[in-house]
């Protein structure tokens, strides 16, 4: 019984695909990867890897009372006062202005990124008054960074309450060639 069974749903199938031709596989050649692309695909991987340390549901302890500031535990002691005091000059500027979060924290990630790159020690983030969204958020995000050494609310010639003076925390060579400078 079971073989007629078989053969009839065989039959059946044979059938209903009748007439029915099998499809030429297509190919789809990529353009060959040079060495531009490869470029850009690792700076993305690191800005990811970057933003990876920004989580909008993490919350640090910063101090209420007061101007914004932060200072990581292994950080030296009066980093802050110094900042506080614009004892350090901005090397590099980032304006965040009309920016949405999601916006600003890839180019928060990208500015962490060229100051490890180039050097950098000290820069300024300018994330403006507005409705206070990148004034909440920004200090939570650096205070997530493992690089950021610390921050502080700008000195007025800095943009005062619309803007942050960060230290980022760079390799020892790094900071021998800052030193010469």
């Not at 090397?91 to 990124?113: F, P, R």
């Not at 507005?130 to 995000?141: C, E, F, M, N």
Request: with cysteine.
């Amino acid at each position: 019984m079971t073989d007629k069974t078989n053969d009839n749903d065989f039959s059946l199938f044979s059938a209903e695909f009748a007439g029915i031709k099998k499809l030429q596989q297509d190919t789809i050649k990529l353009p060959p990867r040079n060495i531009k692309n490869k470029s850009v695909i690792k700076e993305k991987r690191e800005q990811n890897f970057e933003q990876s340390h920004f989580s909008d549901a993490y919350e640090p302890h910063l101090p209420e009372d007061g101007p914004v500031r932060y200072s990581r535990s292994d950080a030296q002691k009066y980093l802050v006062k110094q900042l506080r005091r614009g004892d350090f000059t901005p090397e590099i500027i980032l304006d965040l202005h009309g920016l949405t979060q999601q916006e600003a924290k890839n180019e928060l990630a990208a500015l962490i990124s060229c100051c490890k790159k180039e050097g950098l020690y000290c820069c300024s983030v300018i994330h403006g008054m507005g409705k206070h969204i990148l004034k909440k958020q920004v200090p939570l995000w650096l205070a997530q960074h493992p690089d950021i050494l610390a921050f502080h609310q700008a000195p007025l010639e800095f943009g005062g309450q619309g803007a942050l003076s960060v230290l980022v925390e760079l390799a020892d060579w790094q900071m021998k060639e800052e030193k010469k400078r």
